[in-house]
């Protein structure tokens, strides 16, 4: 039989890449990233004055189309392969990522009059300003004793859709009246390559608070938040839930002109782009963990139990594997932290220092901090530099470093803050476990187990595990390609399931990262000091973060009035 291939595109919070992959063994091809020309937008709109509040992130859908415009046939031109032979494509998304759009799926931010009005573009996963929104769902989910909440761990999250779509009705009512549906923009661009406007299990489940069995919840709870919400799911989120693992559609002859592929190739239901990474690594069995690991970090277990655990993200049956349930859990801000630092905060001898030697500041500081025992530096921070995802769930909390003094050198930061970001996985672990959701191999995928080493023993030390890294630099890219093997069917030389896919497609490097005793014990006592002040600024009654935090609010309006 011919070579087969198929492409996984991959959109992350910067920019969007597209992988070429030899259907066969996995073969990393092509790669081709395309930056998202408008970026993320979180001080103001293109072409306007006008700045957006804090806690806004939005997007441009075009930026999307982007990605397909360029990267699809930068890697068909890299790899000579010929389009005939690419069996199908499969996209992984950040979420929830959502945006508003007309009657024949157009995105209302494309409108002549709409394209100075914030709520018209999308609503990046980052984007927290429905904070609000989602502190009376949560109450109004308590109060009526809403089944879904407890599949969330008994709190939803300002990142999710329902949150974020009624962020627009209460502060642009107009505008959520002239918005036929809420989409994710992983459907979204299913949708720009199909023509089907179908909606991912993995989104609905994670993000819209959807349920294989139960459906969405009902008019009567959406009624309880708002009187205008009644029917907002028969309107706003219309479109069949389908399957991961399917087949969305196939490639229209407009998409496959602007793609450079062939109509009729298969397209796949989309995926998260954490949760693609999970095939991406090989991991398809229950009591496997995935860590996917770059700007935020998402953890994905794997089960054959449903438990709901207080702070798990989401329990969704078949959201990551068919057949398995799969868990999230997260940290907003990882490698985010380490860039703040790098970019807002590291001296310039710092910075001369990394360049005499050739290598990046993060190289540096890492070079420094793995001269450092752990506990040497007296410092201890916590990890919430963009909220708190699991298990407080809480995007108004902030960080904080403990123990800083005259003697502080910036490496010892650094190493802080890699700590911190462990120990708060080390916290979702002990959540999962404690709830009897057991964690038996722990995996890493993404950017970060690529570049820092001392930040992976971190991790293996405080977590007291082993820790397995994807062979692939880009699981969620090859994740996405196996669906897309999976969509094309077994008929056209793809897989029939994504098991399978996985199998033949993903690996693991030999060389794993293993905890060193004499570090372990030692971040056993920080866990500890971690563990406190996590209770005492996180749930202790102690409102300091949340108090400065209105302050400012208060302060930057005022300054805006102004
Ligand atoms: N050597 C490094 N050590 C630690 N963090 C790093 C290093 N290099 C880059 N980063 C951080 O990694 C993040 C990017 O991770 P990556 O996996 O490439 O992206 P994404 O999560 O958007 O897919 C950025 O937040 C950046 O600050
Ligand atoms: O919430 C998510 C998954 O559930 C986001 O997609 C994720 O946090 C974004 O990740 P990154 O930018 O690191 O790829």
Redesign the pocket.
Known sequence: MNKRYAIGVDY???SGRALLVDVENGREVAAHVTPYPHGVMDERLPGSGALLAPDWALQHPDDYLEVLRQSVPAVLEASGVDPEQVIGIGIDFTACTVLPVDEQGEPLCYQEALKHEPHAYVKLWKHHAAQEEANRINAAAEKLGAAFLSRYGGKTSSEWLVAKAWQVLNEAPALYERTDRFMEAADWVVLQMTGSAVRSSCCAGYKAFWHKADGYPDQDFFRALDPRLESFVETKLRGEVVSLGSKAGELTAEAAAMMGLRPGTAVAVGIIDAHAGVPGTGAVRAGQMVMA????LCHMLLSDKEIHAEGICGVVEDGIIPGLYGYEAGQPAV??I??WY?EQAVPAYMKEAADQAGI?V??YL?RKAAELKPGQHGLLALDWWNGNRTVLVDADLSGMIVGLTLQTKPEEIYRSLLEATAFGTRKIIDTFTQAGIEVSELFAC???PQ??RL?MQIYADVTGREIKIADSVQTPALGAAMFGAVAAGTGRGGYADIAEAAARMARVREETYKPIRENSEIYEELYREYNRLYELFGRGGNDVMKSLKRMKLRQEEAVAVR
């Open positions: 992350g919070t910067e690991m770059g700007t935020s490698g985010d380490f860039g790098v990046s993060h190289a890492e993404g950017g970060l570049r820092n930040l």
